[in-house]
């Protein structure tokens, strides 16, 4: 088995063809490139509000809105349709073969339905394989922000996380990982319920197996003073 450091970049792009939360054309863009996009988002937003009839120009708290929301999109937003993320290394797992967890990972992204934001956790498990590659912590949180700076439906956000860690962990024996998310879609519009959560689970190898106890440490893991994020 390879004893090495090992780069894992470009093939962790998982958004299939004919959604619209993958990278925009032309990633990464160049400053220039989203100079320009955010001088036409600002325009465009600008017309959203007069659809709205809304008399933003006249008003001092609103008249930069429409380039403040177009900043926002480019730069944090949907950071992650634009910006690349830098290559992740792995290292030898070197004999260890037990769990590794992150939990409470923050989550800041957006639902693709509504264009509401969803804040709440993530949480990471993973074994190595035999002589597998183990990354560093921060690189999950990492691979959070690229696929959350994008906006997602939930279930989509999941699957991205768990197959770009499955992905950099070649050889791993199983990843799991669970979000709790509160959307504020739910909250502020439609049944304007707050306080509801949700949670999402995408498990595979040796977690997707009810009666091997990975992944109930996994979810045991969560309970242990966790910081009110209960499961
Ligand atoms: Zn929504």
């Given at each position: 088995m390879e004893n090495k450091r090992r780069k894992v970049h470009e093939e962790l792009e998982v958004v299939q063809?004919?959604?619209a939360n993958?990278?925009?054309?032309?990633?990464?863009?160049s400053k220039?490139?989203?100079?320009?996009?955010?001088d036409e988002a600002e325009i465009a937003y600008g017309q959203f509000l007069d659809a709205l009839r809304c008399d933003w120009r006249n008003d001092p708290n609103s008249m930069e809105t429409p380039r403040r929301v177009a900043k926002a999109y480019v730069n944090d937003l949907w950071a992650g349709r634009y910006t690349a993320?830098?290559?992740i290394t792995s290292f030898p797992?070197?004999?260890?073969?037990?769990?590794?967890?992150?939990?409470?990972?923050?989550?800041t992204s957006m639902c693709s339905h509504h264009h509401q934001t969803i804040g709440g956790a993530v949480h990471i498990g993973y074994i190595a394989g035999e002589g597998g590659q183990v990354i560093g912590l921060s690189k999950l949180n990492r691979i959070v922000e690229l696929f959350g700076r994008r906006g997602a439906i939930q279930e989509q956000l999941t699957s991205a996380i768990h197959n770009a860690v499955s992905k950099i962990t070649?050889?791993?024996k199983g990843v799991i990982v669970t979000?709790?998310?509160?959307h504020n879609c739910v909250s502020c519009r439609g049944v304007k319920h707050q306080g509801a959560a949700m949670v999402t689970t995408k498990?595979?190898?040796?977690?997707?197996?009810?009666?091997?106890?990975?992944?109930?440490?996994?979810?045991d893991s969560l309970k242990i003073n966790n910081g009110g994020h209960n499961i």
């Open positions: 063809e004919g959604f993958g990278v925009a054309p032309g990633f990464p863009l220039d490139d989203k100079a320009e996009m955010i993320m830098s290559p797992s070197d004999g260890y073969d037990g769990i590794i967890i992150e939990r409470n990972i923050p989550l070649d050889g791993n979000i709790v998310g509160t498990a595979s190898g040796v977690f997707r197996d009810n009666k091997n106890l990975s992944r109930k440490e996994f979810f």
